[in-house]
């Protein structure tokens, strides 16, 4: 069973550029989240789709948006790219209506704006 | 607003000697508790989690944490170290009715084993 697969793994985008990242989640998962890691800092949520919907959403301006797919994958797409939006991207993916489950998380994209 | 304190960022620890790292949470609302494990240039894994029920939680790698309402800790432990447990551990909180919803994280704690 692969789990969660993120690509690119490494990705390299000048100032004001676009980027999209891809996830797809462990199979039966039909939730994925997004988080922002930060060198030296813990994951902050991006953003969590469901029935290919944004449910949630972190403090991320509106340049970082999302997409779900009815296979449930999902992408993560940056507008205008900032020298700050060099960080580790998580994608996690779980199953929403169960109890007592954990989000898995992939490898990570990691992203650097020069 | 959920909030997660890890105290310590980098522990320093000799082999075979045992670890506690700290965590302390701040919620309005029952909360879900987990410990992740970052190796280098990956991503993160579960190591154990609190949902309810005992608050002495066992996870993988012999860790394990216990779950303290009163003083809203959630404290990692391990007996005896080994050099595979160099890693960054972070500390995170769900607020989520099933505990797989957004997770709140802590800056983390670099544990490194001295040999």
């Known amino acids: 069973d692969a789990g969660v697969t993120q690509s690119p793994t490494h990705l390299i985008k000048t100032r004001g550029q676009q980027v999209t990242l891809r996830c797809s989640p462990k199979?039966?998962?039909?939730?994925v989240s997004w988080y922002q890691q930060a060198l030296g800092q813990g994951p902050q949520f991006i953003f969590q789709y469901y029935e290919e919907e944004e449910r949630q959403r972190g403090n991320f301006p509106d340049r970082f948006s999302g997409h779900q797919f009815p296979n449930y994958s999902s992408e993560l797409n940056v507008n205008a790219l900032l020298l700050g939006d060099s960080a580790l991207y998580l994608c996690?993916?779980?199953?929403?209506?169960?109890?007592?489950?954990?989000?898995?998380f992939g490898q990570g994209t990691r992203l650097t704006v020069v | 607003a959920q909030s997660v304190t890890q105290l310590d960022s980098q522990v320093p620890v000799f082999e075979e000697a045992p670890v506690e790292l700290r965590c302390n949470y701040s919620s309005s609302v029952s909360v879900y508790l987990f410990w992740y494990v970052q190796y280098p240039n990956q991503g993160l894994q579960l190591l154990l989690k609190?949902?309810?029920?005992?608050?002495l939680v066992k996870g993988i790698n012999g860790f394990e944490a216990e779950f303290n309402k009163s003083q809203t800790s959630f404290h990692l432990r391990k007996p005896s170290v080994h050099i595979s447990d160099t890693a960054e551990y972070f500390c995170a909180v769900s607020d989520g009715g099933f505990g797989n919803e957004k997770l709140t994280f802590g800056t983390g704690t670099r544990l490194t084993i001295i040999p």
């Open positions: 199979s039966g998962h039909d939730t």
């Open positions: 996690a993916s779980s199953w929403r209506d169960r109890l007592n489950t954990e989000a898995f």
């Open positions: 609190y949902l309810s029920g005992s608050t």
